[in-house]
């Protein structure tokens, strides 16, 4: 059974870091791209960062400069290292995985930036 679980989520004061980890299980082959994407209360899911097979990364303009992307291949698992953290960064994080032919989301882990 395939299983996307995201960690790392929490409460952290603005201007703080935190870093979120995806890990894939349950036979995902042959992955593409790996994600995040977020969502804040009342809004829309939102694209935040995506990394290729190749290490070729992507960034929404809202996040440049303060969240970084990596992924360990071997290990089949996506991070996102978040610093500098606003309180508009409140949000579930969503990990996003597709191959292709298929796209999987894990639960979500909740980030809330607040002092």
């Known amino acids: 059974q395939v299983q996307v679980v995201e960690s790392g989520g929490g409460l952290v004061q603005p201007g703080g870091s935190l870093r979120l980890s995806c890990v894939t299980s349950?036979?995902?082959?042959?992955?593409?791209?790996m994600g995040w994407y977020r969502q804040a209360p009342g809004k829309a899911r939102e694209f935040v960062a995506v990394?290729?097979?190749?290490?070729?990364?992507n960034y929404a303009d809202s996040v440049k400069g303060r969240f970084t992307i990596s992924r360990d291949n071997a290990k089949n698992t996506v991070y996102l290292q978040m610093n500098s953290l606003k309180p508009e960064a409140t949000a579930v994080y969503y990990c996003?995985?597709?191959?292709?032919?298929?796209?999987?989301w894990g639960q979500g882990t909740q980030v809330t930036v607040s002092s």
């Open positions: 990394i290729a097979s190749g290490g070729r990364t």
């Open positions: 349950g036979g995902i082959f042959m992955i593409n791209t």
């Open positions: 996003n995985v597709a191959t292709f032919g298929n796209i999987y």
